[in-house]
Protein backbone atom coordinates (compact mmCIF):
# COMPACT_ATOMS: atom_id res chain seq x y z
CA UNK A 1 0.00 0.00 0.00
CA UNK A 2 2.75 2.24 0.76
CA UNK A 3 4.60 1.87 -2.98
CA UNK A 4 1.08 2.95 -4.26
CA UNK A 5 0.68 6.08 -2.02
CA UNK A 6 4.55 6.96 -2.73
CA UNK A 7 3.58 6.97 -6.49
CA UNK A 8 0.51 8.76 -5.97
CA UNK A 9 2.15 11.46 -4.27
CA UNK A 10 4.80 11.86 -6.81
CA UNK A 11 2.06 11.86 -9.44
CA UNK A 12 0.08 14.54 -7.37
CA UNK A 13 3.24 16.80 -6.96
CA UNK A 14 3.85 16.59 -10.75
CA UNK A 15 0.56 17.62 -11.69
CA UNK A 16 0.10 20.08 -9.61
CA UNK A 17 3.01 22.20 -11.03
CA UNK A 18 2.17 20.85 -14.87
CA UNK A 19 -0.82 23.76 -15.60
CA UNK A 20 1.52 27.32 -14.29
CA UNK A 21 4.49 24.98 -15.91
CA UNK A 22 2.68 24.64 -19.54
CA UNK A 23 1.55 28.31 -19.19
CA UNK A 24 4.95 29.55 -18.41
CA UNK A 25 6.66 27.57 -21.53
CA UNK A 26 4.52 28.63 -23.54
CA UNK A 27 4.54 32.41 -22.96
CA UNK A 28 8.17 32.07 -23.07
CA UNK A 29 8.37 30.03 -26.45
CA UNK A 30 6.09 32.45 -27.80
CA UNK A 31 7.53 35.99 -26.83
CA UNK A 32 10.96 34.40 -27.86
CA UNK A 33 9.36 33.72 -31.32
CA UNK A 34 7.28 37.53 -30.91
CA UNK A 35 10.13 39.29 -29.07
CA UNK A 36 8.20 42.61 -30.31
CA UNK A 37 4.94 41.59 -28.99
CA UNK A 38 6.60 41.45 -24.98
CA UNK A 39 5.93 45.40 -24.63
CA UNK A 40 2.33 45.14 -25.51
CA UNK A 41 1.76 42.40 -23.30
CA UNK A 42 -1.45 42.32 -21.56
CA UNK A 43 -1.77 40.89 -18.24
CA UNK A 44 -5.57 40.13 -18.23
CA UNK A 45 -4.99 37.17 -20.61
CA UNK A 46 -2.52 35.99 -18.17
CA UNK A 47 -4.34 36.55 -15.19
CA UNK A 48 -6.89 34.68 -16.75
CA UNK A 49 -4.74 31.42 -17.58
CA UNK A 50 -3.05 31.74 -13.98
CA UNK A 51 -6.75 31.69 -12.19
CA UNK A 52 -7.76 28.68 -14.36
CA UNK A 53 -4.21 26.88 -13.81
CA UNK A 54 -4.91 27.39 -10.10
CA UNK A 55 -8.08 25.88 -9.58
CA UNK A 56 -6.80 22.92 -11.78
CA UNK A 57 -3.70 23.02 -9.37
CA UNK A 58 -5.44 22.98 -6.03
CA UNK A 59 -6.70 19.69 -5.85
CA UNK A 60 -3.71 17.82 -7.05
CA UNK A 61 -1.59 20.07 -4.50
CA UNK A 62 -3.95 19.27 -1.86
CA UNK A 63 -3.81 15.21 -2.81
CA UNK A 64 0.00 15.67 -2.97
CA UNK A 65 0.36 18.06 0.60
CA UNK A 66 -1.84 15.27 2.50
CA UNK A 67 0.40 12.05 0.98
CA UNK A 68 3.58 14.02 1.83
CA UNK A 69 2.66 14.57 5.13
CA UNK A 70 1.32 11.33 6.09
CA UNK A 71 4.90 9.67 4.08
CA UNK A 72 6.84 12.28 6.32
CA UNK A 73 5.56 10.83 9.44
CA UNK A 74 5.30 7.24 8.59
CA UNK A 75 7.26 6.25 5.59
CA UNK A 76 10.87 5.03 5.74
CA UNK A 77 14.01 7.72 5.46
CA UNK A 78 14.13 7.77 1.99
CA UNK A 79 10.32 8.65 1.51
CA UNK A 80 10.53 10.66 4.41
CA UNK A 81 13.55 12.34 2.84
CA UNK A 82 11.87 13.01 -0.75
CA UNK A 83 8.77 14.16 0.78
CA UNK A 84 10.76 16.72 3.14
CA UNK A 85 12.72 17.84 -0.32
CA UNK A 86 9.08 18.59 -1.99
CA UNK A 87 7.07 19.86 0.32
CA UNK A 88 10.45 22.40 1.22
CA UNK A 89 10.57 23.20 -2.72
CA UNK A 90 7.26 23.97 -2.80
CA UNK A 91 7.36 26.45 0.21
CA UNK A 92 10.54 27.90 -1.27
CA UNK A 93 9.00 28.46 -5.13
CA UNK A 94 6.16 30.65 -3.13
CA UNK A 95 8.83 32.05 -0.88
CA UNK A 96 11.18 33.20 -3.88
CA UNK A 97 8.22 34.23 -5.98
CA UNK A 98 6.67 36.72 -3.36
CA UNK A 99 10.71 38.13 -2.54
CA UNK A 100 11.77 38.48 -6.02
CA UNK A 101 8.93 38.18 -8.70
CA UNK A 102 6.77 41.09 -7.47
CA UNK A 103 9.57 43.65 -8.43
CA UNK A 104 10.21 41.95 -11.73
CA UNK A 105 8.46 44.38 -14.60
CA UNK A 106 5.43 42.47 -15.81
CA UNK A 107 6.89 43.17 -19.99
CA UNK A 108 10.10 41.82 -19.76
CA UNK A 109 11.91 38.42 -20.31
CA UNK A 110 13.24 37.78 -16.77
CA UNK A 111 9.39 38.21 -15.86
CA UNK A 112 8.84 35.23 -18.39
CA UNK A 113 11.49 33.31 -16.87
CA UNK A 114 10.60 34.26 -13.15
CA UNK A 115 6.76 32.66 -14.09
CA UNK A 116 7.95 29.58 -16.20
CA UNK A 117 11.38 27.62 -14.52
CA UNK A 118 10.01 27.43 -11.31
CA UNK A 119 7.30 25.77 -12.07
CA UNK A 120 9.09 23.12 -14.89
CA UNK A 121 11.47 22.22 -12.01
CA UNK A 122 8.19 21.49 -9.33
CA UNK A 123 6.86 19.65 -12.37
CA UNK A 124 10.64 17.15 -12.53
CA UNK A 125 11.29 17.28 -9.06
CA UNK A 126 8.88 14.77 -8.03
CA UNK A 127 10.40 12.34 -10.62
CA UNK A 128 14.11 12.92 -9.97
CA UNK A 129 12.96 11.80 -6.43
CA UNK A 130 11.22 8.94 -7.37
CA UNK A 131 14.02 7.58 -9.01
CA UNK A 132 16.48 8.05 -6.83
CA UNK A 133 14.46 6.06 -4.66
CA UNK A 134 14.00 3.69 -6.66
CA UNK A 135 17.52 3.43 -7.62
CA UNK A 136 18.40 3.34 -3.65
CA UNK A 137 15.62 0.84 -2.89
CA UNK A 138 16.70 -2.45 -1.38
CA UNK A 139 15.09 -4.94 -3.50
CA UNK A 140 14.11 -7.56 -0.48
CA UNK A 141 12.48 -4.53 0.95
CA UNK A 142 9.15 -3.09 -0.65
Known amino acids: MRPAL??????????????????GVSDVLYYQSHPEML??????????????????????????????FYLLITGPRAVRYSSAALIIAWVMAFTIAQLFVTSTPFASVARLYWDAVPFVALSILPWLCAGVRLARMNPLQS
Open 39 to 68: QSRDSAPVVLAAVWAAEIMKPALGLAAVLA
Open 6 to 23: EALMYLAFSAAALPMAWL
